[in-house]
């Protein structure tokens, strides 16, 4: 009887010791040692890539023992590097960034998309980044009005189709009837360089991706969408046409919510937390905040279910918003 007693003793023991880890391993505790992947869902260079990159080396500090690794997966105007992050293990391992325009390709159920917005693990969101025009400091094109009243096409760059920055374009040349010619293919800073080589005259895009260009001599700002600047004329005030507005609305809700970071849906509550809670701390952090306003990276965050109601509310759209929407991407793709 005691060998057998001795034998369940030692063997509630040893179960015991193979519980431990698992307890000792929830929230924070389980990042100590691992590798965290922080994926950019564009090519290196560019406001993408700057702002995961300082939030990634931000949370690596406040998720002690950590590791967090940086990489680019760009592709088909960020789908593919989103795909990535949403059909990864919601381990709380791969989290990244990837731009607002997929919004609009979820709102109109474009091929390709294989993820939920509304389901990811949502971290929280940098920046708060209106949309410009910029046109080439060599073009003669002053200001918006003379953008409309163009008689002969003009070369916008934009990223891939899907991009926020394709679709954008896209919506504006064909709601506000733009004499404008969407060239794809421009990631990064690839617009900037094509504009000072001559190849491009304008593109539209988020102000501070532009910032330097325009403080170096290289462009002008003609029109904004959004944010608190009053250098800029703001291009809603412009328009008369009450479904240019109400798409030009729906843009300007999606600089609202700039820089965003998320995980795939379904990462435990307690890991969730952690990185949630190392998020905060990073991007309210002073360094982050210095390094971010040398860099000109304006930081205004948001958090975790705060944003996620913000996606939700950018994806209740109404029905004619939504064919308004379809309309203008079937159209840019003709």
Known sequence: MFRVCRRMSLTAGLMSLAILPAHAQRGADFFKDKTVNYIVATAPGGGYDTYGRLVAEYMQKYLPGSTFVVK??????????????????????????????????????????????????????????????????????KTFAELQAST????????????????????MLNGLKLPIKALTGYNGNDDQLAMRRGEIVGSIGSRSTYEDFVRNGYGRMIAQIGGSQTDVPQLLPQLTDPKAKTLIALIQSQGDIARLTAGPANIPADRLAALRDAYKKALEDK????????????????????????????????????????????????
């Open 72 to 141: 680019n997966v760009p592709g088909a105007g960020h789908l593919v590097g989103t795909n990535s992050i949403y059909a990864s293990r919601p381990d709380g391992l791969t989290i990244g960034t990837f731009n607002t325009g997929l919004v609009y390709n979820q709102l109109v159920g474009l091929e390709g998309v294989r993820f939920d917005l509304t389901k990811m693990s949502w971290l929280g969101k940098a920046g708060s980044d209106p949309r410009v025009f910029l046109i080439a400091q060599q073009s003669p094109i």
């Open 287 to 334: 360094e982050l905040q210095a390094k971010a306003e040398k860099l000109e990276r304006p930081v205004e965050p948001a958090y975790g279910d705060q944003v996620l109601n913000s996606i939700k509310a950018a994806l209740n759209q109404t029905p004619d918003t939504i064919a308004m929407l379809k309309q203008a991407l079937q159209t840019g793709r003709k």
């Open 152 to 171: 002969t096409p003009i070369n916008f760059a934009t990223a891939g189709v899907g991009s926020a920055s394709y679709v954008e374009t896209i919506i």
